[in-house]
T-cell receptor, first 115, second 116 residues
């Protein structure tokens, strides 16, 4: 079975600074997808970034980038130039490419951006 | 276009009552998922529908929980004889045909269920 671990329950960062959120996972699959979702107080889950396991290049989306280390089973999210609107819960999620395409979520990291 | 919608937004019920939660997926999405978000358990998968295939019910916590998807579109999650531990936010998500391209799941705003 797959598991996803987010070891940082809460983090804070000053506005305009950079912060990195950690995520590790365990799987025997060779191909899969990893995601970071953001959940602001509105409860709306929003996709931040997605990584395909067979792609060695780290995904980037504007101020968001990942450090994907497949051998280490690590998938961290870096937020550059943090903004107040980045304040939210961040969930790391794993999805297989076969069977049921459900997400396996980590427990989340609550990020607070300080003015 | 419209996103995933869920109703009601909030539901308060008494222990032992039945509740129905509704999800309207994005038009054209064939896959639909239900998740439960609770303080103690985090975000957990409940059930998955894909087209006309038999649903994957492996995440349903007990036989008090059931779900159906009519006409490949709207889905209803039913909880019978609600218990206090059922209190949680129930999230629905939909996606294009699953697998392959790691299709993003689009989430609704959730239904917050409170069982008194």
């Amino acid at each position: 079975a797959q598991t996803v671990t987010q070891s940082q329950p809460e983090m804070s960062v000053q506005e305009a600074e950079t912060v990195t959120l950690s995520c590790t996972y365990d799987t025997s699959e060779s191909n899969y997808y990893l995601f970071w979702y953001k959940q602001p107080p509105s409860r709306q889950m929003i996709l931040v970034i997605r990584q395909e396991a067979y792609k060695q290049q780290n995904a980037t989306e504007n101020r968001f980038s990942v450090n994907f280390q497949k051998a280490a089973k690590s998938f961290s999210l870096k937020i550059s130039d943090s903004q107040l609107g980045d304040t939210a819960m961040y969930f790391c999620a794993f999805m297989k490419t076969s069977g049921t395409y459900k997400y396996i979520f980590g427990t989340g990291t609550r990020l607070k951006v300080l003015a | 276009g419209a996103g995933v919608s869920q109703s009601p937004s909030n539901k308060v019920t008494e222990k032992g009552k039945d509740v129905e939660l509704r999800c309207d997926p994005i038009s054209g999405h064939t896959a639909l998922y239900w998740y439960r978000q609770s303080l103690g358990q985090g975000l957990e998968f409940l059930i998955y529908f894909q087209g006309n295939s038999a649903p994957d019910k492996s995440g349903l916590p007990s036989d008090r929980f059931s779900a159906e998807r009519t006409g490949g579109s709207v889905s209803t999650l039913t909880i019978q004889r609600t218990q206090q531990e059922d209190s949680a936010v129930y999230l629905c998500a939909s996606s294009f045909t699953s697998g392959g391209k790691g299709n993003e799941q689009f989430f609704g705003p959730g239904t917050r269920l409170t069982v008194l």
